[in-house]
């Protein structure tokens, strides 16, 4: 599966939209972009996925470049609650193993 | 409903020690996976099961951890003669069909510690 790059961390404020970047320079046609986050203490928690079209539910949107080189994870209004580490996957739909990295320590700030 | 739940939610363990954490997915869930997070990094794969068979074992990490899952719910991690490097939060996540790439429903983890 294709490596992806986040920041180490970010801040955040609360109430206003933020914009978490993901690159993965080398994704294949194949690959899909998911988004997991880990409040501090539980387990992993699933965002959004998408393979190549913008994709939104209730919790966030997902931004793909029309290259798929690079994402936007947009939490629409940032509350305290979202404060997290969130991890950026490339994987195959077949593929079963994700692969976490280190995530991006997003804090949201009041 | 109920989400996947682990047990013990700790468990401090003397170096060469056995230990075995449990882990009860969503029901009717095929598919459970194991992991690993040590301090300060994500969660690395352990190993995956659909229903009662083991897929793929590849991320075990010595012949001292063995996972099972007899009648396709519960599962059990088992680490034989634990090590100070076995420390680290296990997690458990299940699946509904297993189809690869399908949401996987963590539990909140058990974290290990060896003295």
């Known amino acids: 599966d294709a490596k992806t790059t986040q920041p180490t961390s970010m801040d955040c404020a609360e109430g206003r939209a933020a914009n978490l970047p993901c690159n993965h320079s080398?994704?294949?046609?194949?690959?899909?972009v998911y988004w997991y986050r880990q409040i501090h203490s539980q387990g992993p928690q699933y965002i959004i996925h998408?393979?190549?079209n913008n994709e939104t539910n209730e919790m966030a949107s997902l931004i793909i470049t029309e290259d798929r080189k690079s994402s936007t994870l947009i939490l629409p209004h940032a509350t305290l609650r979202d404060t997290a580490v969130y991890y950026c996957?490339?994987?195959?739909?077949?593929?079963?193993?994700?692969?976490f990295g280190k995530g991006n320590q997003v804090v949201v700030i009041p | 409903g109920a989400g996947v739940s682990q047990s013990p939610r700790y468990k401090v363990a003397k170096r060469g020690q056995d230990v075995a954490l449990r882990c009860d997915p969503i029901?009717?869930?095929?598919?459970l996976f194991w992991y690993q997070q040590a301090l300060g990094q994500g969660p690395e794969f352990l190993t995956y099961?659909?229903?009662?068979?083991?897929?793929?074992k590849s991320g075990l990490p010595s012949d001292r951890f063995f996972a099972e899952r007899p009648e396709g719910s519960v599962s059990t991690l088992k680490i034989q003669r634990t090590q100070q490097e076995d420390s680290a939060v296990y997690l458990c996540?299940?699946?509904?069909?297993?189809?690869?790439?399908?949401?996987?429903?963590f539990g909140p983890g058990t974290r290990l510690l060896v003295l």
């Open positions: 080398t994704i294949s046609g194949n690959e899909y």
């Open positions: 996957i490339a994987a195959r739909y077949g593929n079963n193993r994700l692969a």
């Open positions: 998408g393979l190549k």
């Open positions: 099961f659909q229903n009662e068979a083991q897929l793929d």
């Open positions: 996540a299940s699946s509904l069909e297993g189809q690869g790439g399908e949401t996987q429903y």
């Open positions: 029901s009717g869930h095929v598919s």
